[in-house]
């Protein structure tokens, strides 16, 4: 782990020497959404009738942005359940199940499972068993619906019930007939060797998906990224710094990378934790001519993931990777 904080220091360092530094800002966990504040207010002025019916009347890839931005505000947990208790909408188990969830994994942090206290796992499983409970509820009052299923997938993935129980989750995300990059996503990283599965499995499962939903074909990108992230948790420096220069790897990421025609007019907010993902990967392979088209078109809509996995500073490295491609600063 310690070569990927090691990367972004060195890549600062090439880039600027001690000269101006980038510039930096938080994550816009909203990605810019026109809604976002409003649906705060509604949150914090407790009038759960006009949240609920601002939210449904959003597009699936709408509802995965301002649920995860939402319930990472600093909010009081009692406030979820509050809403609960006066409301009988699926909407209201849904952000109380998805607010325990991000903070099962807050408890829990982003270390390797030997660097968690007792008494935090013991907390982060208690949370997770919480949140499994009200985002089942929600799925069985309301099947159909993609979100419940696609928030299932971390929540199984920290409870560790095994890659079965991840494909089968994701198979009835499919089955809503609802395209969603994000449960793919928490698909992928969760059948890694990281969790649950192995480098194979997760690379398995992105060439199946993609290949059904050619849209989400960036799950491929994914599945490199994590199966990179793992060779370095497990001090393979070597390996890990040259995954990229693999030609099996090369070739998947530029078939994909080229196969994504419409990524530039596309108007989804998927398309941004695509763009993420790519550019992370583009950026491993010093291939400068993807990364640049990939850093234009994803403009301001920088995601955590996978830029965390090596830096506390997204925007910092984002900006620094803008600038060695000429491009300005967002």
Request: net charge negative.
């Amino acid at each position: 782990m310690n070569w990927l904080r090691r990367l972004a220091g060195r890549f600062y360092y090439r880039h600027y020497g001690l000269g101006e530094l980038p510039e930096d800002r938080e994550v816009d966990l909203s990605l810019g959404h026109p809604s976002a504040n409003l649906l705060l207010e509604h949150i914090k002025a407790r009038r759960w009738t006009e949240c609920e019916s601002l939210f449904l009347a959003l597009r699936p890839d709408e509802r995965y942005v301002l649920l995860g931005y939402c319930v990472q505000q600093p909010f009081p947990r009692e406030l979820f359940d509050e809403w609960m208790s006066d409301s009988s909408s699926f909407v209201a188990g849904l952000f109380r199940g998805t607010a325990m969830t991000f903070a099962a994994w807050d408890v829990r942090g982003g270390g390797r499972g030997r660097e968690v206290s007792d008494e935090n796992q013991t907390q982060f499983t208690a949370m997770l068993e919480t949140a499994w409970d009200n985002l089942m509820a929600v799925h069985k009052a309301v099947p159909d619906e993609v979100e419940p299923l696609a928030r299932l997938i971390p929540v199984a993935m920290g409870l560790e019930t095994g890659a079965d129980d991840i494909r089968e989750i994701m198979a009835r995300c499919v089955n809503t007939g609802v395209p969603h990059l994000g449960a793919a996503l928490y698909a992928t990283e969760a059948l890694s060797e990281k969790w649950l599965g192995s480098a194979g499995e997760a690379l398995e499962f992105a060439y199946a998906h993609a290949e059904e939903h050619p849209r989400d074909r960036a799950v491929i990108a994914c599945a490199h990224a994590e199966n990179c992230l793992w060779l370095a948790m497990q001090d393979r420096d070597n390996d890990a710094r040259q995954y990229f220069s693999r030609p099996d790897v090369q070739r998947d990421l530029r078939e994909c990378w080229g196969r994504e025609v419409d990524i530039a007019g596309r108007t989804d907010y998927f398309r941004f934790h695509a763009l993420n993902y790519y550019a992370w990967c583009l950026l491993g392979m010093d291939e400068d001519t993807m990364l640049r088209e990939a850093l234009d078109y994803m403009g301001t809509g920088i995601v955590p993931k996978p830029w965390t996995y090596a830096t506390d500073k997204p925007v910092f490295f984002v900006n620094t990777a803008r600038r060695h491609m000429k491009l300005p600063s967002i």
